[in-house]
């Protein structure tokens, strides 16, 4: 028996098209995935409430797609929104202390040390979770 017959991957292709590489749809899912996280830094570029509608729009779209970026995109989603409600909480305490202003820029960095870390483990095919993040989507 012809050994290319037992190897899908080796069947005559129709002349001009390549079958792609088995992992190139593992490392889309990834990429997308860590474009979940990404998305989050549009808040830093000034866009109101960029940090939850980036993840929510990358989420959208290629969570039917990808069983990863429906997975990371909760994640994403539930740790901006946590973020967002602690930077809310954090404003009224500006006006009764000056603690507040240093709770809010801690907020700030804490998230975007948080989103690069989750980005570059998503991207390496590792699993991310968030600390001190409210599981708001299941």
Avoid at 13 to 26: H, L, M, N, R
Avoid at 33 to 47: D, E, N, Q, R, V
Avoid at 119 to 130: E, L, M, P, R
């Amino acid at each position: 028996m012809d050994q290319n017959m037992d190897n899908p991957a080796m069947e005559p292709q129709p002349e001009g098209q390549v079958p792609p590489p088995a992992g190139d749809k593992e490392k889309e899912a990834r990429q997308w995935a860590m474009f979940c996280h990404l998305a989050a830094l549009a808040g830093y570029l000034g866009i109101p409430f960029g940090n939850i509608f980036g993840p929510l729009i990358v989420w959208m779209i290629k969570r039917e797609e990808f069983a990863l970026v429906r997975e990371h995109g909760k994640e994403s989603l539930n740790f901006q929104i946590s973020m967002t409600l602690y930077a809310l909480i954090c404003i009224p305490l500006i006006c009764l202390a000056g603690l507040g202003a240093v709770l809010l820029a801690a907020v700030g960095i804490v998230n975007l040390v948080f989103v690069i870390i989750a980005a570059v483990k998503v991207n390496s095919g590792q699993d991310y979770k968030y600390p001190l993040c409210i599981r708001f989507l299941k």
